[in-house]
């Protein structure tokens, strides 16, 4: 199901993940938010924007728990948690964080 | 616990030619998550994965070598690769990405995942093992 | 009748490459591609053969499967050339026949 994006037309899978992990800007990100009911802030934005570099450093979305022991590594203790994440996140850190941030969905998220 | 089983993944194939190293990677990346003994070895055509400078852009396909780094991140940094594979194909340690991990025990210090041991020593590593996956 | 010898499989995974180097007529050519091109590498189990080889026939390496695999040209056998795809596609064109060894 293609998602509208400033007049573009952007390609999905059937869960909503983007086709083509280059179709992303930060304006996708705001459209699937919109789409969910979620209003994406500076701390919805400091996840996706983490999961973004963490794809280009080792090509994968992490898993729930590397993200979170990451998060609480490079953005603090009191992130670092999954209560924290999910309430962000509720659909779930992986899955939704990362199809904001234009990843596929995290290997082993079923 | 005592229900923590020791898994060996033994990776033998080179990447990009066939699918089964990619594809090993990524059991081995679900499979971190039940929190089990894992260990990875490299030998024959396998150590070729580990090689560094990889860069897929010419082909149009994905350059899954970055992903060896996440493994420390994953837990899993027991990463044997055998000498003598690595002597038959003209390769050294220093060819080779060097994995690291961070060692909880250790006050988090930075650690080398990649341990190059001889036939004899892998035999015995793959004897102490209870589960053996083979890609 | 000339000939170009194509080889896409590592030699240490299976005896293609050394098969088609010995069976190689003089003058032939020889592209490595894919895992084949592990099999232009020096000082490898089988780089003496390839040396060997060279005295045979011309051998030929795809470089972007090199570069894809981290082998630097550095790392090559002495008179090997390295081809983009276009180089590739001449030489199958130079040639009468192909024959790839899978």
Redesign the interface.
């Known amino acids: 199901m293609p998602i509208e994006v400033e007049g573009k037309t952007i390609e999905t899978d059937e869960e909503g993940y983007l086709a083509n992990l280059n179709d992303w800007t930060p304006a996708v990100a705001e459209a699937m938010a919109k789409e969910d009911g979620t209003e994406l802030t500076d701390a919805h934005w400091e996840v996706i924007n983490f999961l973004r570099e963490y794809y280009d450093e080792y090509q994968i979305a992490p898993a729930v728990r590397v993200l979170t022991k990451a998060i609480g590594k490079k953005l603090g203790k009191e992130k670092g948690n999954s209560k924290y994440l999910y309430e962000l996140f509720p659909y779930g850190p992986g899955k939704q964080a990362c199809k904001y941030a234009g990843l596929p969905k995290p290997t082993g998220c079923v | 616990m005592s229900d923590v089983k020791k898994f060996m993944y033994i990776n033998r194939k080179a990447p990009y030619g066939t699918i089964y190293a990619w594809e090993a990677l990524e059991v081995v990346l679900i499979g971190a998550a039940f929190e089990q003994d894992v260990s990875l070895a490299f030998m024959d055509d396998g150590v070729f994965q580990l090689v560094k400078g990889q860069d897929t852009t010419e082909l149009g396909i994905k350059n899954f070598s970055p992903t060896y780094s996440a493994l420390g991140d994953y837990d899993v940094n027991k990463i044997y690769v055998e000498k003598e594979s690595l002597e038959a194909r003209g390769l050294t340690l220093d060819d080779l990405m060097p994995l690291k991990y961070e060692d909880e025990d250790d006050d988090w210090a930075e650690k080398d995942s990649i341990r190059v041991v001889t036939a004899a020593e892998m035999a015995e590593i793959l004897e102490q093992q209870d589960v053996v996956l083979s890609f | 009748m000339s000939t170009l010898h194509t080889v ?3 030699p ?2 299976r005896p293609s490459l050394q098969t088609c180097l010995r069976l190689a007529g003089k003058g032939n050519a020889v592209l490595l591609f ?2 084949g091109v ?1 099999g232009a ?5 089988v ?1 003496d053969t390839v040396k060997e080889a060279l005295g045979n026939v011309s051998i030929y390496v795809l ?3 090199l ?6 040209e550095d ?1 090559l056998i002495d008179g090997i050339k390295v081809v983009d795809y276009k180089g590739f596609v001449d030489l199958t064109v130079e040639n009468d026949k192909v024959n790839a060894w899978l």
Request: hydrophobic share 25%; aromatic share 8%.
């Open positions: 896409n499989k590592s240490f995974d894919e895992d592990y590498m020096q000082g490898t189990a780089a470089g972007p499967d570069k894809a695999r981290g082998v630097g790392k």
